[in-house]
T-cell receptor, first 113, second 111 residues
Framework: SAVISQKPSRDICQRGTSLTIQCQVD?????MFWYRQQPGQSLTLIAT?????????ESGFVIDKFPISRPNLTFSTLTVSNMSPEDSSIYLC??????????FGEGSRLTVL | QKEVEQNSGPLSVPEGAIASLNCTYS??????FFWYRQYSGKSPELIMF????GDKEDGRFTAQLNKASQYVSLLIRDSQPSDSATYLC???????????FGTGTRLTIIP
């Protein structure tokens, strides 16, 4: 399984600001996935980050709010823009294993005041 | 209609007993099925995956799949307090690397 490192692990932010979350994988992967887990909820896919092309966003998520970069095959960033308290969540970076399973980073716990 | 459904629980099981976790899915094209365990404050970790109808055993864990009934379950034998966590069911389709997750079942093992 891949080793996935995320940072920051947690942060407290003010309303209206933006935060960029970084995800580093120890091997080259074609696709990286960004999920959100709101308090007490399950995981919701935000977008799929492909190297060399624009990210593919799921219904309800837009690039202006969640811009994603994928500069190479081992790294991606997710920015949460113009944050509101509703953005308080855990943000998870993930990659696919050989059997289609997902492996997750440790997550970035974001609290917006 | 939710694509992947689980009983939210909480499910309480005595230590040493069998815990049974259930999941139903709506897309008949679903091909791969995964069970994750998530401890509070941690990210999900993969427990098992199953692709074919029937049972698949791994230690104390058994995954059961019935595609005709669109049903997948996870049995945990000899439940331990360390099994207390939220269990997430996830499903994807052939050729699609995106997983759809259920809402999770919170399991508590009572010593």
């Amino acid at each position: 399984s891949a080793v996935i490192s995320q940072k920051p692990s947690r942060d407290i932010c003010q309303r209206g600001t933006s935060l960029t979350i970084q995800c580093q994988v120890d091997s080259q992967v074609t696709m990286m996935f960004w999920y959100r887990q709101q308090p007490g909820q399950s995981l919701t896919l935000i977008a799929t980050a492909n190297q060399g092309s624009e990210a593919t966003y799921e219904s309800g998520f837009v690039i202006d709010k969640f811009p994603i970069s994928r500069p190479n095959l081992t790294f991606s960033t997710l920015t949460v823009s113009n944050m509101s308290p509703e953005d308080s969540s855990i943000y998870l970076c993930s990659v696919t294993g050989a059997g289609g399973e997902l492996f997750f980073g440790e997550g970035s716990r974001l609290t917006v005041l | 209609q939710k694509e992947v459904e689980q009983n939210s629980g909480p499910l309480s099981v005595p230590e040493g007993a069998i815990a049974s976790l259930n999941c139903t899915y709506s897309d008949r094209g679903s091909q791969s099925f995964f069970w994750y365990r998530q401890y509070s404050g941690k990210s999900p970790e993969l427990i098992m995956f199953i692709y074919s109808n029937g049972d698949k055993e791994d230690g104390r864990f058994t995954a059961q799949l019935n595609k005709a009934s669109q049903y997948v379950s996870l049995l945990i034998r000899d439940s331990q307090p360390s099994d207390s966590a939220t269990y997430l069911c996830a499903v994807n389709n052939f050729g699609n690397e995106k997983l759809t997750f259920g809402t999770g079942t919170r399991l508590t093992i009572i010593p």
